[in-house]
């Protein structure tokens, strides 16, 4: 026998805890059950990685009889397109489906990929969507040694799903509803079989035939015990291994006593078990599981598919330049991607200059020349001029959406009451509930042993904390849709309670309080001749911002446009470029005569050709609709401030609407507005800044809260935590207010659960609650917690207008607002 196979009898795998009662391979003083467990061990422990082990002993994937699978395929170009999400030809972006994803073991492994292979540049994993992204340097490394790694430590992942054009069907769904269907089966056979109790047959003299028939029961019941109630049981271990009392716990201690106690009197015929409550119990459990998992998948699709994402684009159909939802994008579109806006789709480059930062897509500032058939990814960013590209992949929201939530673009945010409560619940109840049940046994123990056996188990199962768990994510997940589906868009449910708590708002002026819808445009100087109209126009094509985009809608009934070549933006400044060979400069006074004083004219957007100041594009403030109401409400409960790069022309008219105890500063560059946001959170403020994204991406990015207006061009940045649909602007007190109404709600499905659980537990202690009933309560508790919650969100979205879908007005609005321009702050 070779010196690493030993008999060792009744031990257990190190890797994976499979117990084969002999375990044929020893290293390192530990017994495995196949050379591949061995393999993975020995990997880990040579890169320092065993803390995989102390997280949750014997956590691994088991290897045995398990074939090494070939990804030669992978070596496939084609292929890689179809499965990379984003690559730049220096770094990579993919993500896997990884079923094997069970604890927080896996988690820990997955997100210290980079000690196994350092051309891993980041790894992230989700763990109830069971996927992992990953972020690697395709110099380093290559797609197919990233999955030849990660089905060498036991998370092979499953390709052709998704990526390759098959659709994918979850596992997990499928094991729950098979799980379902066991237990529900079992249960009502046993039910049936259980009749010689029901009708009270005499043991005695019908004793064979009650235990034929419990026999019969005690079959039926271990598939329900072993396969349904699996994931209770394990999750208890696992939570015991960690030295963590989690809920598993006590449910799983009520099973086994109902099995224990059922088996023994089966067994030792003295009685007839609750087999019966046992098979109920898990059934209920799971029915209750399955409601929720249903409802928070519903919730998760519209969040992820049904326009959550805001962001639009503009397609050229009939020959005409349109605005479009991304929904309504299609593979083959011709896309307008200007100056700074987003790329939303997968496609090919058709035509002009293209220079994209992917900072949204790998958190590093890094711009990539792309070529013209070349392809660019979706999360890229423009940075100079205007370009043309065809869609090659359809429009992935969530993946949008995922890049919106990486770690990079979250603020570091101090935890909500809320979520500190649900916590301290969490981790104090398993513990309280499982002393007054043992304290319950031991007091009904002398007195009748029936009665404490099940007052024993009807306690561990009646009470739960579950509804506390789930009341944040079913109430504020039911926000995050309300407010979606009227066009104000929350980055996740912690924007919730940080809106809730803010003390102090910061508005911008233009394109924030103002508008350029129904303004007129005039311009004042030097006529303009033909050539110096189309040299104007052309350069303005290339802009995303208001004015710009404002002067192109005036100028190009009667103009043409004209190739421009070096374009650059300045942000805060003004743009310029060479049109024919002469230098086009449009934007404020400042940019385009920065050695010149000020002037009577200085407001407006400047014009400058070849050094020459021709004159300049102005029009008269129009504030949004309801900007006094809107106003009046806020600075009842919030202090107000106006931080505007503007002259202070407005300052009289501004100074009626905010009161005089209100802070107006005019003149603010982009840096000055984030140093007044820095001062105001020195000064023990939390800060709201809404703003319009193009010259105060710093300040969004800098408060605690960050709102980007949308207006003819939305002003997106990924450090920002809210969009708001400036048609819905009227609408931003009654949207402050449901979330603060939504933290009262979370508050108030605490107290139904305390008082579930006070009322439970009174009547499980003296006896009076059998653990089949407990079974049907304890799931019932839980749905009736999200039902409250999402039932009395829904109330307070419908008293505060915030219910179904937008009007048509503001549809109409929003679909004119939809084309995203994409700000670093």
């Not at 106690?261 to 007839?272: D, K, M, Q, V």
């Not at 019966?276 to 209920?284: E, P, V, W």
């Not at 809404?690 to 991406?697: H, P």
């Not at 009227?730 to 008082?755: D, E, H, K, M, T």
């Amino acid at each position: 026998m070779p010196e690493n196979v030993i008999d060792a009898i009744g031990t257990t795998c190190y890797h994976c805890g499979e117990d084969e009662g002999t375990m044929p391979v020893l290293y390192d003083d530990k017994a495995f059950c196949c050379e591949g467990c061995k393999m993975v061990y020995s990997i880990l422990q040579e890169n320092n990685l065993c803390t995989y082990y102390e997280l949750n002993q014997s956590s691994g994937i088991s290897f045995k009889e398990r074939s090494i699978e070939r990804y030669s395929h992978l070596d496939n170009q084609d292929v890689i397109e179809k499965v990379i999400d984003f690559s730049d030809g220096i770094q990579s972006r993919v993500h896997f489906y990884l079923p094997q994803i069970h604890c927080s073991s896996c988690l820990w492994l997955l997100e210290n990929l980079n000690r196994l292979n350092p051309a891993i540049l980041q790894s992230r994993v989700n763990f109830l969507k069971k996927e992992v992204s990953i972020q690697y340097d395709q110099k380093e490394t290559s797609l197919r040694k990233i999955v030849e790694m990660l089905a060498t430590v036991g998370y092979a992942p499953a390709l052709g799903y998704d990526k390759l054009g098959e659709k994918r069907s979850s596992a997990q769904e499928r094991s729950l509803y098979y799980k379902i269907g066991l237990a529900g089966f079992a249960f009502g056979n046993i039910m049936l079989l259980s009749f010689p109790e029901y009708l009270g047959l005499d043991a005695h003299t019908e004793g064979d035939f009650v235990q034929f028939f419990g026999y019969l029961n005690l079959i039926l019941v271990l598939p329900v015990l072993l396969y349904s109630g699996q994931d209770y049981l394990r999750s208890a271990l696992q939570g015991l291994r960690q030295k963590h009392l989690n809920i598993d716990v006590p449910v799983s201690l009520g099973i086994l006593a109902l099995f224990g106690r059922s088996a023994f009197e089966i067994l030792t015929h003295s009685g007839a078990g609750y087999l019966d409550s046992l098979a109920g119990l898990i059934f209920f459990l799971l029915v209750g599981k399955w409601f929720q998992t249903k409802i928070y998948h519903t919730i998760s699709f519209d969040r992820d598919y049904k326009s959550y994402f805001p962001m639009a684009s503009n397609v050229i159909r009939n020959g005409e330049e349109q605005s479009i939802t991304l929904d309504d994008v299609e593979v083959g579109d011709e896309l307008i991607i200007r100056n700074g806006e987003l790329i939303p789709a997968d496609a090919t480059l058709l035509e002009g200059a293209a220079e994209i930062d992917y900072s949204f897509v790998t958190g590093e500032s890094r711009t990539i020349t792309v070529q013209l058939g070349e392809k660019v990814f979706a999360g890229g960013r423009q940075q100079r001029g205007t370009i043309h590209i065809q869609v090659i992949a359809k429009v992935a929201q969530s993946y949008l959406t995922s890049l919106w939530n990486e770690e990079v673009f979250t603020k570091r945010h101090q935890v909500g009451l809320t979520s500190k409560l649900a916590d301290r619940v969490a981790t104090f109840f398993t513990g309280v509930i499982l002393l007054v049940a043992f304290s319950t046994l031991v007091y009904w123990l002398p007195h009748d042993l029936s009665i404490a056996f099940n007052a024993f188990t009807s306690v561990l199962i009646v009470a739960c904390p579950c509804a506390v768990a789930l009341s944040i994510p079913f109430t504020f997940g039911n926000t995050l849709r309300l407010l979606g589906n009227q066009h104000f868009y929350l980055k996740n449910t912690g924007v919730i309670e940080e809106i809730a708590s803010a003390t102090h708002i910061v508005f911008d002026k233009t394109g924030t309080i103002t508008t350029n819808r129904g303004a007129v445009l005039q311009y004042h100087g030097t006529p303009l001749s033909k050539e110096e109209h189309d040299l104007v126009l052309s350069l303005a094509h290339h802009s995303a911002h208001p004015k710009s985009r404002q002067i192109e809608k005036t100028l190009k009934g009667t103009g043409s446009y004209l190739p421009v070549r070096h374009y650059q933006s300045h942000t805060g400044e003004g743009i310029e470029g060479m049109v024919l060979g002469r230098r086009v400069m449009l934007g404020a006074h400042r940019f385009v005569m920065p050695s010149s004083g000020k002037t009577s004219l200085e407001r407006g957007t400047w014009v400058c050709i070849d050094d020459d100041v021709k004159g300049c594009y102005s029009d008269e403030a129009q504030y949004r609709k309801g900007l006094s109401q809107v106003i009046d409400l806020l600075k009842h409960r919030f202090k107000l401030s106006i931080l505007s790069g503007d002259d202070d022309l407005e300052a009289k008219k501004l100074r009626e609407v905010f009161g005089h105890e209100s802070n107006l500063r005019f003149h603010q560059s982009p840096q000055d507005k984030l140093k007044a946001i820095h001062q105001l959170q020195n000064q023990g403020e939390k800060v709201i800044m809404i703003g319009d994204g193009l010259n105060d991406a710093g300040a969004l990015k800098q408060s605690d809260i960050g709102i980007a207006v949308s207006d003819e061009v939305n002003s997106f940045i990924p450090a920002c935590d809210a969009v708001l649909d400036a048609a819905q602007f009227i609408r931003l007190p009654n949207f402050v207010r449901f979330c603060s109404q939504s933290i009262g709600i979370v508050y108030l499905s605490y107290f139904v659960a305390l008082l579930y659980n006070i009322v439970g537990l009174s009547f499980a202690v003296r006896g009076l609650l059998s653990p089949v009933i407990a079974a049907i309560l304890m799931p019932l508790s839980s749905i009736t917690i999200v039902a409250l919650g999402m039932g009395l969100s829904s109330i307070a979205a419908f008293r505060l207008g915030i219910n179904g879908e937008s009007t048509q007005e503001d549809d109409q609005g929003h679909r004119s607002a939809m084309t995203f321009v994409i700000n670093q702050g």
